[in-house]
């Protein structure tokens, strides 16, 4: 049987848990909406970006080439965390991400691996697939322009070394009802049915821009600048799933110890009922016999 004083330390600490809990519900739902916000304007800048390739592709038409060349080796960029408490992200990122590459008859070992989340390092790791590469989450909004900048970096010193034939993407993307839905994108070679159809895409005005400079670096630029909007986007929507995740589970230990103070609190009244009831007993049985000594 438990004294009152274990269940009122009990409940002293049940009540400071559910304080760090409400906190971190509290910086979650601060945090989707940060990352959201950046995603919302970073698909404003994509769109941008391929409306400057809609102009650089009326010179520079782009390949008869129907589909991206397929091929076996490829690099990965897989988006985790290196924060737990949010459930199965990355488990789902990863489990996905391998079965994803064996479908396509990629083995995921054999990969060059561009990883972004210590939590998902170790999952890979677990699963046979060493990383080449791992880095921590930024710690805001802020640094996810540096790390998306050193991933390209990293990228393209894999391509120059023609380590992969496609680079592929793989990343969690927030979802209403799901939480968090795993998704994967390919980043290179640039699919040529996009450029195809971006090119014969009409112009929404009657005046048509144009430029000047050399039409391939200004492809090639446009080009680099829409694979940073696209890894950028994808950053953001992983660090908003995550974070939509941590929600989620917040409120269920929320909900936990709430039933778990309520349990606690009645354990507590009866247990301090039995205390009162037993000190009455005893004052009434000291009074019943000094009454008869007396007598």
């Not at 009990?10 to 990352?35: H, P």
């Not at 991400?97 to 396509?104: D, G, I, T």
């Not at 210590?118 to 996810?144: D, K, M, N, Q, W």
């Amino acid at each position: 049987m438990q004294t009152l004083e274990t269940l009122h330390k009990r409940i002293r600490t049940a009540k400071d848990l559910r304080s760090i809990v409400r906190t971190m519900k509290s910086l979650s739902a601060v945090s989707i909406f940060q990352y959201e916000t950046a995603r919302a304007a970073i698909a404003q800048y994509q769109h941008t970006i391929e409306l400057g390739l809609q102009i650089a592709l009326r010179k520079r038409p782009p390949s008869n080439r129907s589909s991206v060349e397929a091929g076996t080796r490829a690099a990965i960029l897989l988006f985790g965390s290196d924060h737990g408490l949010c459930g199965h992200f990355n488990d789902q990122i990863v489990s996905f991400a391998l079965k994803s590459l064996r479908q396509e008859c990629i083995e995921p070992s054999s990969c060059p691996w561009l990883v972004v989340g210590a939590r998902a390092e170790a999952r890979l790791a677990a699963h046979g697939a060493t990383p080449s590469v791992c880095y921590f989450l930024p710690g805001s909004i802020e640094g996810l322009t540096d790390t998306v900048a050193t991933l390209l970096v990293e990228l393209d010193a894999l391509q120059q070394e023609e380590a992969f034939d496609r680079a592929v993407m793989f990343y969690n993307q927030r979802h209403q009802r799901i939480v968090s839905v795993p998704q994967m994108r390919r980043l290179l070679p640039l699919d040529h049915l996009y450029l195809r159809a971006l090119s014969r895409q009409p112009w929404d005005s009657r005046s048509l821009p144009t430029f000047t400079m050399d039409a391939d670096r200004l492809f090639s630029a446009l080009l680099q600048q829409y694979l940073f909007a696209m890894v950028y986007r994808a950053g953001a929507e992983s660090m908003a799933a995550e974070h939509a995740t941590r929600l989620s589970a917040m409120q269920t230990a929320e909900r936990n110890i709430a039933e778990k103070l309520e349990e606690m609190n009645a354990d507590y009244c009866r247990e301090r009922q039995s205390a009162i009831t037993a000190e009455l007993l005893d004052i009434v049985s000291g009074y019943q016999a000094v009454s008869r000594s007396g007598g």
